[in-house]
């Protein structure tokens, strides 16, 4: 008889319970990797000021809504997430403490592969996503010891995920609302979108970049001038950007 795939979830579902203080095979691990990627996202979306309610997580991780309430009943049975009466979703602590460790494995794999490897800020989100399951306790050590410390990934953004009231306290605003006439450098940008991170580079827009905002249009078009181009960003991208005044960069 071949397997349903509830047959092969139980089967998994039971395994890791056995297996918590063993081994722990191939089909289990599919499980914990999904287990991170659900506690990384619910704590960079809270980062981002979100109440993060299933909805916005199934958009988060591109999986569909009844995927998302399974995983959400396994979180919450494991202690990891509580999901309250209006569906809102918070991590617990040990939630908390693995979305973390999730975050540093991802931010030292991003680091290793942009300052060891040379590949480009726009690839490495998508490749960290991948690898970041598979670092080792010993493997994690030996990332930090090379690399030394850096509180920013490639793409500007905290190993201490901030939300917008603490960049704010740091003196970021987003580009959507940058003063025109004033310049300002890009502190980070939203990672989690390959092709907003592809625009940007076409455009010569990335961490560290000098920009001046000309102006903001009434159609909410940003004009900026990077470099020696003027360069017009809609809305939906001005406000996915951090930057800050120059004056305020030594606040880091
Ligand atoms: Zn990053």
Redesign the pocket.
């Known amino acids: 008889m071949q397997p349903t795939c509830a047959f092969v979830f139980e089967a998994a579902r039971r395994l890791v319970i056995k297996c918590s203080q063993k081994q722990i095979p191939v089909a289990v691990m599919m499980i914990t990797i999904s287990k991170e990627n659900y506690l990384k996202a619910i704590a960079e979306a809270e980062a981002e000021g979100n109440t993060v309610i299933s909805a916005l997580l199934a958009r988060w991780l591109s999986v569909t809504p009844p995927a998302v309430t399974v995983a959400l009943k396994r979180l919450s049975r494991d202690g990891l997430v509580t999901v309250n009466k209006s569906g809102r979703i918070q991590l617990t602590s040990v939630g908390r403490k693995v979305a973390e460790r999730t975050i540093l494995r ?2 030292l794999i ?1 680091r290793m592969l942009s300052e060891i490897f040379g590949m480009g ?1 726009v690839e ?2 998508d490749e ?1 996503e991948r690898l970041e399951h598979a670092v080792s306790p010993a493997f994690e050590k030996k990332l930090v010891k090379m690399l030394g410390h850096r509180e ?6 905290g190993l201490a995920v901030m939300n917008p009231e603490q960049r704010r306290k740091k003196g970021q605003l987003l580009l959507i609302e940058a003063e025109a006439g004033s310049t300002y450098r890009v502190r980070s940008v939203y ?1 989690r979108d390959r092709k907003l991170l592809e625009f940007l580079e076409e455009r010569g827009i990335r961490p560290g970049t000098r920009l001046k905002v000309e102006s903001h249009n009434y159609d909410g078009n940003a004009i900026l001038k990077v470099e020696r181009k003027r360069i017009t960003l809609g809305s939906p991208v001005a406000e996915r950007i951090w930057v800050a005044t120059e004056h305020e960069r030594n606040l880091h």
């Open positions: 991802h931010h991003e800020w490495v989100h960290a920013t990934c490639p793409h500007g953004n990672e």
